[in-house]
């Protein structure tokens, strides 16, 4: 069976131009960096900026600035804009043709960056190279997968260009879905279920085709653990409606699109005995621990990232899996791939990414001050703010993430993800991150679990209209919490931001006292609908940590949605 695999892809080579492309990670920067300018220095943006054909790290450095996205949103938008799709030598020699979006949970609207063929082959060598490695630890046989992964909403833009996200432009790629096949396995729900349009449909029948083939299932991924723990919850509330089509044989009312439908009609036929099968495990487990194994018994691994705003979902996708091991999958955003896991048995909460230096260049600016850094030159230990050079059009552009340097593999970094870096909670002298937050509502949370409450997902916000302004913090939380404990809740919150500012501010009243706010069940599914109906996918959805003052609508849904709320006592 293995050597089915291999087949497909070609494990020792592949991890051989890994070592070899690590090994001589300054050198493969440059030629790469050499590549994407010798390609594209003629494009519009480029040549104004006088490299004048220099294709050299300094050269380049000296005349290209470092910029974020509101800088090149404008070539952007041109891109996606000229009429007649002719949009060579704007940003790229060859012509952009497709434009993708971004989950775009920081900034509350998805960014628009260009997308083409070189990011799809990248694609593809980081899954090859992430798959040898992680087969080798723990090896797949002819199976199938259950991949929760859905595609957005695809339009065009006023120029003809296709947008939608780059996991859509990926799943629809031929290429592409070779390399998914060979390495995650053929998908257990057909095309129609992946493109279905409603994700609410997608989801009920990925979750039927799981279970109709529930003994093939050797493992279960999606783009983000969020969607595979929220498929979860889904299940174990609508488990008995999936049941209940088994056994009939057909699929319920509920999912209306014609083409999944018919889809969904060549895999069902009644099965009474899956029915009982499930029905007895659904009855039988006792708060839903240790789901995916029981569900799927010949399942290896779990599989997606879960890493910087997806560790909050780590302890409930564990308690689904019981036993089973979770992977961290690899590092990469819309605008370019950046690091791949090739430590596959560490623990989610301990995945670093090496840095693979053929698929983009790389700069790298201290968080403690100084100038960007190459590829090589970065120290182990240290925080920097990711900045990317890539095949697609984008030069010295910040990324908004922070890594930590994890140490070296071979001659290059192997990166922690630290977290967004314009994610702050900050009032006054105090700056409270992405990973600030989730550690105090984790701390916090323990104060509910004495009544079997979790949180479910949480966001905040600064709240400025009274005076001291205070930060707020929103819960969605599994169920009902007295009042003594969610006051015990909101007090170890305030308690648990421990960054000297904020202390400081806090004793003084200079910050005020901290609010946790309770919404209603169902309340981060509607914030996940939003995003949708903005052209997101699930896929991709990442839950906004920090509401800034701008996102009026995000607002609206948290305020309209809250049960309770209480104000610290701390200090
Ligand atoms: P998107 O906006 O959907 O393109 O998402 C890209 C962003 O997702 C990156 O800039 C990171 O902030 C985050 N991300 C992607 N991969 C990882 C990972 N392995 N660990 C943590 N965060 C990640």
Redesign the pocket.
């Known amino acids: 069976m293995l050597e089915k695999m291999q087949e497909r892809v070609d494990m020792e080579a592949v991890m051989e131009e890994f070592e070899s492309l690590t090994m001589d990670a300054g050198r493969v920067q440059r030629e790469t960096l050499q590549r994407i300018l010798e390609e594209n220095g003629g494009c519009e943006y480029l040549s104004r900026l006088g490299l004048n054909g220099r294709t050299d790290p300094q050269s380049f450095k000296a005349c290209v600035p470092i910029v974020t996205h509101a800088d090149i949103e404008p070539y952007i938008r041109r891109i996606a804009d000229d009429d007649g799709g002719d949009n060579s030598s704007i940003i790229t020699a060859k012509p952009i043709p497709a434009i993708s979006l ?3 949970t920081t900034q509350g609207k998805p960014k628009y960056l260009p997308f083409n063929d070189e990011l799809v082959e990248n694609t593809m060598q980081i899954y090859k190279t992430s798959f040898a490695f992680r087969n080798r630890e723990y090896p797949i046989d002819n199976g199938k997968a259950l991949q929760l992964i859905y595609s957005s909403k695809q339009f065009k833009t006023k120029g003809g260009l296709r947008a939608g ?2 996991t859509t432009h990926l799943f629809s790629s031929a290429e592409f879905k070779q390399t998914l096949r060979a390495t995650q396995r053929p998908c257990c729900s057909p095309d129609e279920v992946i493109f279905g349009g409603d994700y609410h449909h997608s989801l009920y029948c990925h979750l039927l085709c799981g279970l109709i083939f529930r003994h093939q299932v050797q493992l279960i991924s999606s783009t983000f653990a969020h969607s595979i723990v929220h498929a979860f919850r889904t299940f174990e509330q609508i488990w008995h409606h999936l049941v209940a089509d088994i056994r009939r044989g057909s699929l319920s009312s509920r999912v209306t699109s014609a083409p999944i439908r018919s889809a969904m009609a060549k895999l069902l036929k009644p099965d009474p005995d899956l029915a009982d099968a499930i029905q007895s495990k659904c009855t039988s487990l006792s708060n839903w621990y240790g789901l995916i194994p029981e569900l799927f018994p010949n399942v290896k691994y779990v599989y997606g ?1 879960m ?4 560790e909050p979902y780590i302890k409930k996708l564990r308690h689904y899996a019981g036993e089973i091991p979770l992977i ?8 370019g791939w950046i690091g791949v896991n090739v430590n596959p048995a560490l623990p989610p909460e301990e995945a670093t ?1 090496v840095v693979l230096p053929n698929v983009g260049y790389f700069e790298f600016i201290p968080l403690d001050g100084g100038a960007a850094v190459g590829l090589t030159e970065v120290e182990v230990g240290k925080e920097y703010e990711v900045v990317t050079t890539s095949f697609a059009g984008l030069y010295r552009y910040k ?3 922070v890594v930590r340097v994890a140490g070296f593999r071979n001659g290059a970094p192997e990166l922690r ?1 630290v977290c ?1 870096r314009n994610v702050v909670l900050s009032v006054n002298v105090d700056k409270n991150t992405e990973t600030d937050l989730q550690a105090a509502v984790e701390a916090a949370a323990r104060a509910a679990a004495a009544e079997k409450v979790e949180v479910v997902d949480y966001t905040s916000c600064v709240d400025a209209s009274s005076e001291p302004a205070r930060y707020v913090v929103f819960w969605e939380m599994s169920g009902g919490a007295s009042d003594e404990v969610v006051e015990e809740c909101c007090n170890r919150l305030d308690r648990s931001f421990e960054e000297a500012g904020y202390v400081a501010m806090r004793k003084i009243n200079g910050i005020g006292p901290l609010e946790l706010r309770i919404l209603r069940r169902g309340t981060f599914q509607k914030v996940m609908d939003h995003f949708v109906g903005l052209g997101g996918a699930v896929s ?1 959805f ?1 839950t906004p940590r920090c509401v800034g003052a701008d996102n009026g609508k995000l607002m609206q849904i948290l305020a309209a949605n809250v049960v309770k709320s209480c104000f610290s006592t701390a200090y």
């Open positions: 971004s989950s775009g996200t780059a990232i890493t910087g705003s997806m961290s999958a690899d590092y990469g955003a819309s605008e990414f990324l908004g993430d993800f967004r991709q990442k």
